[in-house]
């Protein structure tokens, strides 16, 4: 349990139960986390993969400068942003390590950031330059994305994963602290993405699988009834409970043309990762049941408590 007196190296303090007794309520909560930041980022690069690239670019660029600490953050300057000539490049091969995607693939999407004035070839690689960061698409983005990161920490505190902090501080909304959040919400996004795709095979089908999941448990109330009864590893919600989704609805969340979004649930559908049932689609028990899921969700639980821990170090 977070207790607000950890000191900055520090790592976090065990929860008050078991990573299995959480681990299903946990991730139902940090998914649905993972899918509001990640929207942010379709809204902004257009599509899935540029989105997921235009992340990790960011991320590994200012990765050696931890915000969590004065130095990190100091690193930032006034504004919050780190400046280009701090910034530590990316290669290529490194980023289709990260994301999962072909080489090829990243050669294309890289391109077309570069067009768009989102990112710069450097020595050794690429990055996305500060003016990028500050624009008022970012901006906005950072800033929504802190309220998603407070309302994750808020659902965590109901289920003991974390306690209140020692101080309230009240609603934050600085730009500049909102920047600070958004770097290690980015290191976040980007554990939880390779984990689904190692998961699920690729970052895609993680992606279209979990966004099916949460929407067939969104409505359990995680302080109460349903969602309490269901929280641990062992504690697999039956279909009959799930809620389905149309075809339809999973394409406007995912902001992706209709017969793609058909042609992508057939292939769920024919590897047995999803099912129809009355009204749309389910994942099935059986599917959050195998030994990869399990896993899947332990390992989640160990990301889910370092990030709202680093959360706690910046001061949200």
């Known amino acids: 349990m977070f207790s607000g007196r950890e000191s900055p190296g520090a790592p976090p303090a065990e929860p008050p139960t078991e990573d299995a007794d959480i681990a299903r309520i946990v991730t139902r909560l940090s998914s649905e986390y993972v899918l509001r930041a990640f929207q942010l980022r379709i809204e902004q690069h257009g599509d899935i993969r540029t ?5 990790a670019i960011n991320t590994a ?24 000539e701090m910034r530590r490049p990316i290669g290529l091969a490194s980023l289709a390590e990260s994301t999962g995607l072909p080489i090829e693939n990243i050669r294309e999407i890289v391109q077309r950031l570069i067009d768009r004035g989102a990112c710069i070839h450097v020595d050794g690689g690429v990055m996305m330059p500060s ?16 309220g998603y990161a407070r309302r994750l920490a808020r659902d965590l505190e109901s289920v003991g994963l974390t306690t209140p902090p ?9 730009l500049v602290v909102a920047r600070l959040v958004a770097r290690r919400c980015g290191a976040y996004l980007v ?25 067939n448990t969104a409505y359990l109330d995680v302080q109460a009834g349903e969602g309490r009864r269901y929280a641990g590893l062992h504690q697999n919600l039956p279909d009959k409970l799930r809620r389905p989704i149309s075809v339809a609805r999973l394409a406007e969340a995912l902001d992706s043309p209709l017969e793609t979004k ?3 649930v057939q292939g769920l ?13 389910i994942v099935p028990g059986a599917v959050l049941e195998t030994p990869a899921a399990a896993c899947a969700m332990l390992t989640n639980v160990g ?9 706690r170090l910046i001061g949200l």
């Not at 003016?131 to 802190?146: D, H, I, Q, R, Y």
């Not at 990301?303 to 959360?311: A, I, K, T, W």
């Open 269 to 281: 559908i024919d590897a047995g990762l999803c099912v129809l049932a009355q009204g749309g689609l």
């Open 303 to 311: 990301y889910v408590r370092r990030f709202v821990h680093d959360l």
């Open 131 to 146: 003016a990028a960061v500050e624009s008022p698409e970012t901006s906005a983005a950072v800033l929504a994305n802190l």
């Open 61 to 84: 660029n200012t990765a050696h400068l931890d915000a969590r600490t004065p130095e990190g953050r100091r690193a930032a300057g006034p504004n919050g942003v780190i400046p280009d």
């Open 262 to 264: 058909r042609r992508h």
């Open 166 to 174: 020692a101080k309230d501080h009240g609603a934050v909304e600085d």
């Open 191 to 215: 554990r939880s993405i390779a984990l689904l795709a190692k998961t699920y095979g690729d970052f895609r089908t993680g992606i279209l699988v979990q966004t099916i999941i949460v929407a």
């Open 51 to 55: 989105g997921l690239v235009a992340q």
